[in-house]
T-cell receptor
Framework: GQQLNQSPQSMFIQEGEDVSMNCTSS?????WLWYKQDPGEGPVLLIA?????ELTSNGRLTAQFGITRKDSFLNISASIPSDVGIYFC????????????FGTGTRLQVFP | DAGVTQSPTHLIKTRGQQVTLRCSPK?????VSWYQQALGQGPQFIFQ???????QRGNFPDRFSGHQFPNYSSELNVNALLLGDSALYLC???????????FGQGTRLTVV
């Protein structure tokens, strides 16, 4: 099935560092959502973006809807151990707003 | 306010058997979608139910079927199980006109 490309695939960082990850698509999207998934759990919604250029924050998390509508970025500032998990981007294409298309995921490890 | 709840949490079935997974949406939500997440992958859209009808279907065979009840809860049925059906099955709910989908904790299905 169709998936969005996320990079990096994995990250190993030290507590307190900032993190950046991105998500790209070959076609335009109407919405971008960022989720975090812990092992054995379902994805938890972190941030939702609705229009090109939009910049939205949720605590230490900031996400942006790319101007081209084909990408999105997630930044985490001052990482802490509980930030460990897999981060997924997801979006809706303009032609199918019922179906969420997910990225391949970025696995984040935070070392104290 | 209970979030999305799924049952059972874990299930082991034998090839060829049939399985039914259940989902109760978040309070106030009327739309339920099902996703399959293979190990190390992002979730893949199976189908969506709204007003007790299947509205949209992903690239999954007819062995995968579903149902939505008047109270908006939903079931996912998989017939003639294959080893490749082993995955985490996620239910997501939302309000039909919104784009933000909230996920349950998933059902881990193992086919042996």
């Amino acid at each position: 099935g169709q998936q969005l490309n996320q990079s990096p695939q994995s990250m190993f960082i030290q507590e307190g560092e900032d993190v950046s990850m991105n998500c790209t698509s070959s076609s335009i999207f109407n919405t971008w959502l960022w989720y975090k998934q812990d092992p054995g759990e379902g994805p938890v919604l972190l941030i939702a973006l609705y229009k090109a250029g939009e910049l939205t924050s949720n605590g230490r998390l900031t996400a942006q809807f790319g101007i081209t509508r084909k990408d999105s970025f997630l930044n985490i500032s001052a990482s802490i151990p509980s930030d460990v998990g897999i981060y997924f981007c997801a979006g809706h294409s303009p032609y199918n707003t019922d179906k969420l298309i997910f990225g391949t995921g970025t696995r984040l490890q935070v070392f104290p | 306010d209970a979030g999305v709840t799924q049952s059972p949490t874990h299930l082991i079935k034998t090839r060829g058997q049939q399985v039914t997974l259940r989902c109760s949406p978040k309070s106030g939500h009327d739309t339920v979608s099902w996703y399959q997440q293979a190990l190390g992958q992002g979730p893949q859209f199976i189908f969506q139910y709204y007003e007790e009808e299947e509205r949209q279907r992903g690239n999954f065979p007819d062995r995968f079927s579903g149902h939505q009840f008047p109270n908006y809860s939903s079931e996912l049925n998989v017939n003639a199980l294959l080893l490749g059906d082993s995955a985490l099955y996620l239910c997501a709910s939302k309000v039909q006109m919104n784009t933000e989908a909230f996920f349950g904790q998933g059902t881990r299905l193992t086919v042996v």
